[in-house]
């Protein structure tokens, strides 16, 4: 089974600070993604990662940089936290092959910036 | 880019009862797939759908390309089924992530 796993379930933050969020697949996938996820809204794609130190702004990616240093690595990166920043962080890893292009999905940060 | 509408937003159902949901997206797409996000916000694949029918256990899913839709079906429902249920669609060639529906909420009581 594929495995993509998220440092924190729950982090708190103050407005100002720099934020990391960590994410690590297991499969050796060459993509790999950031979404964001507000009550109404569905998930938003931020930023995507197609191979090492490789990137690509995905929908809303305003506030936010990533960094991909390792395959199995992607990290999202809030420079200066705000308030509307508030929200639950999704990352996921890209499976190609025969059966379907999948999306393997970890189980979630909720940040909260006060 | 491409819009994902699904349809019902919530859905509260008896254990036992079938269901379907639907989502309509407005482009032709290269991949769809159906997530289940249980209470604790984990998602799930349900199935990679971008045509044809397909079956696992007590869902199935089609989705007809040329009209631009899809549907899921969950019969036999029981309280384990209870999330919210996403769509997503990729148009382009290559893998550039995701456009989401904003779900189904369905709440199987007991």
């Known amino acids: 089974d594929v495995k993509v796993t998220q440092s924190s379930r729950y982090l708190v933050k103050r407005t100002g600070e720099k934020v990391f969020l960590e994410c690590v697949q297991d499969?050796?996938?060459?993509?790999m993604f950031w979404y964001r996820q507000d009550p109404g809204l569905g998930l938003r794609l931020i930023y995507f990662?197609?191979?090492?130190?490789?990137?690509e702004k995905g929908d809303i990616p305003e506030g936010y940089s990533v960094s991909r240093e390792k395959k199995e690595r992607f990290s999202l990166i809030l420079e200066s936290a705000s308030t509307n920043q508030t929200s639950m962080y999704l990352c996921?890893?890209?499976?190609?092959?025969?059966?379907?292009?999948?999306?393997?999905f970890g189980a979630g940060t909720r940040l909260s910036v006060l | 880019g491409i819009q994902v509408e699904q349809s019902p937003p919530d859905l509260i159902l008896q254990e036992g009862a079938n269901s379907t949901l639907r989502c309509n997206f407005s482009d032709s797409v290269n991949n769809l797939q159906w997530f289940h996000q249980n209470p604790w916000g984990q998602l799930i694949n349900l199935f990679y759908i971008p045509s044809g029918t397909k079956q696992n256990g007590r869902l199935s899913a089609t989705t007809v390309a040329t009209e631009r839709y899809s549907l899921l079906y969950i019969s036999s429902s029981q309280t384990t089924d209870s999330g919210v249920y996403f769509c997503?669609?990729?148009?382009?060639?290559?893998?550039?992530?995701?456009?989401f529906g904003k779900g189904t909420h369905l709440i199987i009581q007991p």
């Open positions: 499969m050796d996938h060459e993509n």
């Open positions: 996921a890893s890209l499976r190609l092959g025969a059966g379907g292009d999948i999306q393997y």
């Open positions: 990662s197609y191979d090492v130190k490789m990137k």
């Open positions: 997503a669609v990729e148009g382009g060639g290559g893998a550039d992530g995701l456009t």
